[in-house]
């Protein structure tokens, strides 16, 4: 147990992230008090069952009062209309951050309604699971998972520190960005990966000649694969399109014309391009788990392993 | 460990899913001997020391002699070759198999060499991980599995029993189908998932203005997921897209068509669509997990659990 990096902490939202934000600060230490909001009562109830935040709040203004740190945990669709709400209970000196997955529609949502005498600090943590709500959060949700900041202009130094620390201390390693490299960045390894796979269970779903017990019963065959991502909060989904809609796009049309190309070598019975397209992919797993971005055992630990590798 | 279903069995290929059948079927005890050959001398000296066939042999002939059943578990494109090397020296009423994806394709390269006074019948076991080789076999592969048997017309019914009963000692769940129907069932559960997945990562690896280092670092944040499926072994995923053609290329169409119509959703900015339709397919995810086709552990059991789920 370190000695607080912030006095008071302020969650406004208390779902996967936010739940997830207040017990890996219990495990560190790094908050003083914790308080939280969360928007439904059903929500506060569960949150003070569970007992992640030292005091909930029914309103969000009530949250932030004399928090050092205010971090919002909401969808980014709601960014504007909390800020403006928080805004007049915001401490001096206070720092106001997020935990979006787009960044350049964030910064636009709450920048205008902010006082002058805050440091906002825009971050997004990349962890995540596909299970939402006050009950889907654990302390080990950022363990060895990226937060990047996009700071705005003029940042405050300090300030920049303690939010670093802060999610050092909840195990996440963290990197500074612009935030309109960060929204394409994050367009081609989250957010088309998401539309992609929200596509392939509509198209599954839909499939009159294969019927939807045949989807379900061969699923492990590699769909199911896909129904991980695709079971994701839809109303987060539905903001982060809304708000990073060019780079989405044009990762959309890349995507496709990538995929014509696969297409075309199918059709064309191009069995030269189809293995030397399929060979370079492998490199990328490789990768990711050499920079423990993922787990090597098979099948994501899902299966077994070998007998001679127990 | 029951009494063998069948004498000898011999398995041509020892990869990921020859090697997991011979370990699982000396788990069961289902064959009587186990007989394997790979084409590679390397592989053959790998699977001699791992120790799952109780005898290795140089050539596919010498393999297939004296077998009760012949699984073939080389890449569909290698089927027409090894049949026409095996098909003199099966045995009078040996069960001939195999365990490619696609089952047309199979019929049709294995039908023309097979003697009459064999038993030919397609199997199509649904398992595997993104590993390959003679050291990514298991004896759990199949647990809990399906393997789609898509018997010909005039299959003996004793000789389809008995493969039943040697997919179920495996621990696999068995249905029969026509093979057009599979061949279309696993373009929508399978074929055309691995085939948007190689393409995520072809982008993904092509991005000029996002680094690899970048689609690495971040690919926690949904890409990750595609990357398990899109190393499996190119060989025989080129084999399947060449022999799957035009059931995929079915499919594809539809996934443009329906992810053109996300893009424009998020073009003109309806959320309500994004919305519902990012709702629906929530419920394949808990259907799948109902069918106990997947886990329901966060990110596939890669997270820890949450505290109070201990």
Redesign the interface.
């Known amino acids: 147990m370190s000695k607080p990096i912030f006095q008071r902490v302020a969650l406004i939202g208390l779902g996967l992230i936010g739940s997830s934000i207040a017990?890996a600060a219990r495990r560190s230490g790094a908050a003083g008090e914790l308080v939280g909001h969360a928007n439904s009562e059903a929500t506060r109830a569960r949150a003070r069952d569970?007992g992640f935040c030292d005091r909930i709040t029914a309103s969000a203004a009530e949250a932030v009062e004399g928090a050092d740190l205010v971090i919002l945990c909401v969808p980014v669709?709601a960014y504007g209309a909390v800020t403006a709400e928080i805004a007049p209970a915001l401490k001096a000196g206070a720092v106001v951050s997020d935990v979006g997955?787009v960044k350049q529609a964030a910064i636009e949502a709450i920048t205008p309604h902010l006082p002058d005498h805050v440091h906002f600090i825009p971050a997004h943590p990349?962890?995540?699971?596909?299970?939402s709500g006050p009950?889907?959060?654990?302390?080990?949700?950022f363990d060895n998972?990226?937060c990047?900041l996009t700071p705005v202009e003029d940042t405050d130094p300090d300030a920049l520190a303690d939010l670093r620390a802060f999610w050092e201390s909840l195990g996440a390693r963290v990197?500074h960005m612009d935030a309109a490299h960060h929204d394409?960045?994050?367009a081609?390894?989250?957010?088309?990966?998401?539309?992609?796979?929200?596509?392939?269970?509509?198209?599954?779903?839909?499939?009159a000649?294969?019927t939807?017990q045949?989807?379900?019963?061969?699923?492990?065959?590699?769909?199911?694969?896909?129904?991980?991502?695709?079971?994701?909060d839809?109303?987060m989904?539905?903001d982060v399109?809304?708000a990073n809609?060019s780079a989405?796009?044009e990762?959309?049309g890349?995507?496709?014309e990538?995929?014509m190309t696969?297409?075309r070598a199918?059709?064309t019975?191009d069995?030269d391009h189809?293995?030397a397209?399929?060979?370079?992919?492998?490199a990328?797993?490789?990768?990711?788990i050499e920079?423990g971005?993922?787990?090597e055992t098979?099948?994501?630990?899902?299966?077994?392993?070998?007998?001679?590798?127990k």
């Open positions: 017990w569970l669709g997955s990349l962890a995540g699971t596909e299970h009950d889907a959060g654990f302390a080990e949700l998972r990226w990047i990197e394409l960045v994050l081609v390894t989250s957010h088309v990966p998401h539309a992609i796979a929200y596509t392939m269970c509509g198209v599954a779903d839909d499939m000649r294969v939807d045949e989807v379900v019963q061969y699923s492990a065959a590699g769909f199911r694969d896909f129904t991980r991502i695709a079971a994701s839809p109303v989904w539905r399109f809304l809609k989405t796009i990762i959309l890349r995507f496709v990538e995929l696969l297409q199918i059709r019975g069995g189809l293995l397209y399929f060979t370079r992919t492998r990328i797993r490789r990768s990711i920079a971005q993922d787990v098979p099948d994501f630990g899902r299966a077994s392993r070998p007998p001679h590798q």
